[in-house]
C-alpha cells in the first residue's frame, strides 16, 4: 500500500486532527472497538500488547464504531473515561467511524481492500456463532464484529487481519506482530 493510508484525515478522542502518517515506522495494530460488548475485557489483553511491545515500535490503535448491535454509544469522552476507568487504555483512541455502515470511513475501506478475509484463530465457531444470531455480515469482506485487528507493517503495508475472537495473547497474533517488529 502507498502513502494513502498514512494520509486519511481522522480525529482523536480529544478532536484534534490527524493521520496516521504521525506513526510512520511503526508497527500499527488497528482494532475497531466496543463499550458494551461480549469482547469488551480484550481492552485489557490490547494495553497489555501495548506495554509489552511499544518499546520495539508497536502501536495498537483503538478506533470505537457502533455498527455492530450498536454497542459502542457514547460520546467520545465517555468512551474515554469508560476506557481509562475500567481498563486503564494508555494507548491512542479515535473517534467513532463507520466501519460496515454508509458511508464506510476511507480507513477501514483501505483496510479491508489490502486484506480482503480475516485469520481465525484454530477452532474458531465465531462467523457461526455472528450467524446464528442472525448478524453475519452482508458482504464476505466486510469487518465481523468488533475487535477485529489489522496489522500494518512498519512501511504502511496491511500485512494480516484477524477475527474478532483473536485475543491480544494469540500465538498466531504473537507471531505476525514479532515478523512486523522484525
Not at 485469520?119 to 446464528?132: M, N, V
Request: hydrophobic share 40%.
Amino acid at each position: 500500500m502507498n502513502d494513502s493510508l498514512y494520509d486519511i484525515p481522522l480525529k482523536n478522542l480529544d478532536g484534534r486532527a490527524l493521520t496516521l502518517g504521525e506513526f510512520r515506522g511503526q508497527v500499527l495494530l488497528i482494532v475497531n472497538v466496543a463499550s458494551k460488548c461480549g469482547l469488551t475485557p480484550q481492552y485489557a489483553g490490547l494495553e497489555a500488547l501495548f506495554k509489552a511491545y511499544r518499546g520495539r515500535g508497536l502501536l495498537v490503535l483503538g478506533f470505537p464504531c457502533n455498527d455492530f448491535a450498536a454497542q459502542e454509544p457514547g460520546s467520545a469522552e465517555e468512551i474515554q473515561d469508560f476506557c481509562t476507568m475500567n481498563y486503564g487504555v494508555d494507548f491512542p483512541m479515535f473517534e467513532k467511524l463507520n466501519i460496515n455502515s454508509a458511508p464506510r470511513h476511507p480507513l477501514y475501506a483501505q483496510l479491508i481492500a489490502a486484506q480482503s478475509e480475516a485469520l481465525a484463530p484454530a477452532g474458531s465457531d465465531f462467523r457461526e456463532k455472528l450467524a446464528g444470531y442472525g448478524c453475519s455480515p452482508k458482504q464476505p469482506s466486510d469487518v465481523l464484529w468488533n475487535f477485529e485487528k489489522f496489522l500494518v507493517d512498519r512501511r504502511g503495508q496491511v500485512a494480516q487481519r484477524f477475527t474478532p475472537d483473536t485475543t491480544a495473547d494469540d500465538p498466531a497474533l504473537i507471531a505476525a506482530i514479532e515478523a512486523a517488529l522484525g
